[in-house]
């Protein structure tokens, strides 16, 4: 009898059925733009790395299995450069994560004060985030140049009265991954910035008022009060920063062409060059699918690890 009752008449159904369309409607035009540009495409590159395909042959694509897969995932002729480029993706996260997620919200703290001006001071540390890398790339070439019109060895020149010489920035191994850090860092932490500054402005100033009460000093207000008002968007702010930092390819195109030594090569410059410069669209294609899985797994552990305080139990 029970469960008589507790089943749905035809009309609540009907009315349910009729409350799910509007949503689903809603949801469509997402979903159909994932599925074309997000979804599409990899399965397209998923069967071009099956395959064997020159851009530079007019021979039609040939079936080709997993070979690309494990000539760079195990052959010793391929494998190395693979690693190598890895490495230097896990080393550019590893450093540019938190130092960029650090000195955004830095950054964020120092402009969230009601002071006169300050929506310039805002605008000026976002202006970064609108030019294109590309560009940026091209300023901070200059800027690093070892010859007499490199700003940062003129700089260093003026300021040690000559005891420094000039330094060869982005031709060096032990510099090149570094200024290339520095150079993400400066272009991308505006964005970080503006989300954490954002968060900032949703906690409410009762908490603050009610912390001065208690006489906590500000690392006391800091410890207790903004950083667990800010946890769920440090962590979206953690995970698009390591989603973009691995993601590392203008920067290093642009700057040092992967070298010198491979000291900057990143498994995104391996897959483009592979693909557009040797032709090989096959193995581009294949660099890609193991790297995407690679990143997925990465961000599912992060997801997992760092979770938003509504997930907690």
Same mark, same amino acid.
């Given at each position: 009898m029970g469960?008589?009752?507790?089943? #749905?008449? +035809?009309?609540?159904?009907?009315?349910?059925?009729?409350?799910? =369309?509007? !949503?689903?409607?809603?949801?469509?035009? !997402?979903?159909i733009l994932l599925a074309v540009f997000v979804l599409a495409p990899f399965i397209y590159a998923g069967w071009l790395s099956l395959h064997r395909l020159n851009l530079n042959s007019p021979l039609p694509a040939r079936w080709f299995g997993l070979e690309q897969y494990r000539r760079i995932l195990l052959d010793p002729q391929f494998r190395g450069d693979f690693y190598r480029g890895l490495i230097n993706n896990f080393t550019f996260a590893v450093i540019v994560v938190p130092l960029q997620t650090g000195l955004a919200l830095a950054l964020a703290m120092l402009l969230n004060r009601p002071l006169r001006g300050m929506?310039?001071?805002r605008t000026f540390f976002f202006m970064p985030v609108v030019f294109p890398m590309a560009l940026v790339a091209v300023i901070w070439k200059l800027i690093y140049s070892r010859d007499e019109i490199g700003l940062l060895? #003129?700089?260093?020149?003026?300021?040690?009265? $000559?005891?420094? $010489?000039?330094?060869? =920035?982005? $031709?060096?191994?032990?510099? !090149?991954?570094?200024?290339?850090? &520095?150079?993400?860092? =400066?272009? $991308?932490v505006?964005?970080?910035?503006?989300? &954490?500054?954002?968060?900032?402005?949703?906690?409410p100033t009762t908490l603050y008022e009610a912390a001065r009460i208690d006489k906590a000093n500000r690392w006391n207000q800091f410890r207790h009060v903004t950083v667990p008002g800010l946890r769920n968007t440090l962590i979206f702010v953690s995970l698009v920063t390591t989603i973009f930092a691995f993601r590392l390819f203008d920067q290093v195109?642009?700057?040092?062409?992967?070298? +010198?030594?491979? #000291?900057?090569?990143?498994?995104?410059?391996? !897959?483009?060059?592979?693909?557009?410069?040797?032709?090989?669209v096959?193995?581009?294609? #294949?660099?890609?699918?193991?790297?995407?899985?690679?990143?997925?797994?990465?961000t599912v552990i992060q997801r997992l690890v760092l979770r938003e305080d509504r997930e907690i139990a």
């Amino acid at each position: 009898m029970g469960k008589l009752e507790s089943a #749905a008449t +035809p009309e609540e159904a009907i009315a349910t059925r009729r409350d799910t =369309w509007p !949503a689903l409607l809603m949801v469509s035009p !997402a979903v159909i733009l994932l599925a074309v540009f997000v979804l599409a495409p990899f399965i397209y590159a998923g069967w071009l790395s099956l395959h064997r395909l020159n851009l530079n042959s007019p021979l039609p694509a040939r079936w080709f299995g997993l070979e690309q897969y494990r000539r760079i995932l195990l052959d010793p002729q391929f494998r190395g450069d693979f690693y190598r480029g890895l490495i230097n993706n896990f080393t550019f996260a590893v450093i540019v994560v938190p130092l960029q997620t650090g000195l955004a919200l830095a950054l964020a703290m120092l402009l969230n004060r009601p002071l006169r001006g300050m929506t310039v001071f805002r605008t000026f540390f976002f202006m970064p985030v609108v030019f294109p890398m590309a560009l940026v790339a091209v300023i901070w070439k200059l800027i690093y140049s070892r010859d007499e019109i490199g700003l940062l060895n #003129a700089v260093l020149h003026n300021v040690t009265f $000559g005891a420094v $010489g000039p330094i060869d =920035w982005l $031709g060096s191994t032990r510099t !090149a991954m570094l200024s290339i850090i &520095i150079m993400s860092i =400066w272009q $991308g932490v505006g964005f970080q910035m503006i989300i &954490i500054l954002a968060g900032l402005q949703g906690i409410p100033t009762t908490l603050y008022e009610a912390a001065r009460i208690d006489k906590a000093n500000r690392w006391n207000q800091f410890r207790h009060v903004t950083v667990p008002g800010l946890r769920n968007t440090l962590i979206f702010v953690s995970l698009v920063t390591t989603i973009f930092a691995f993601r590392l390819f203008d920067q290093v195109y642009i700057l040092t062409n992967g070298g +010198p030594q491979n #000291a900057t090569t990143t498994v995104m410059y391996q !897959a483009v060059t592979s693909a557009f410069s040797t032709g090989n669209v096959g193995r581009g294609a #294949a660099v890609t699918i193991v790297f995407v899985l690679i990143v997925v797994v990465i961000t599912v552990i992060q997801r997992l690890v760092l979770r938003e305080d509504r997930e907690i139990a």
